[in-house]
């Protein structure tokens, strides 16, 4: 059973940075589709970043510049460096992966079907 666990999340000033961290068990494949996503309060869930094994990233626009994702191989966890932090980037931090990805195939936000338990990141102004 693939399980997924995020930290790193805490209260920051704006302009501070955070390192969210996401540790993955019970997936034993190379390739992979990974994903960062938020969640404010009364507010959707939106995709952040997204990164598969062939180096592939993909950013939402309101990070972008900002936020690095990365991985350094299938057996690392999952990061996601923010700096410049601002208020609006406030919410419950999630990673997720697509368990079906395969090499050179897409690699979307929508695909991905597991989620961690998340973690709080607060920005305050």
């Known amino acids: 059973q693939v399980q997924l666990l995020e930290s790193g999340g805490g209260s920051v000033q704006a302009g501070g940075s955070l390192r969210l961290s996401c540790a993955t068990s019970?997936?034993?494949?190379?390739?992979?589709?990974m994903a960062w996503f938020r969640q404010a309060p009364g507010k959707e869930r939106e995709g952040v970043a997204l990164?598969?094994?062939?180096?592939?990233?993909e950013y939402a626009d309101s990070v972008m510049g900002r936020f690095t994702i990365s991985r350094d191989n299938a057996e690392r966890p999952l990061y996601l460096q923010m700096n410049s932090l601002k208020p609006e980037d406030s919410g419950m931090y999630y990673c997720?992966?697509?368990?079906?990805?395969?090499?050179?195939?897409?690699?979307?936000?929508?695909?991905?079907?597991?989620w961690g338990e998340g973690t709080l990141v607060t920005v305050s102004s």
């Open positions: 990164l598969d094994s062939d180096g592939d990233v």
């Open positions: 019970g997936y034993t494949r190379s390739h992979y589709c």
């Open positions: 997720a992966i697509d368990p079906f990805f395969a090499a050179g195939g897409p690699c979307e936000f929508y695909g991905v079907e597991y």
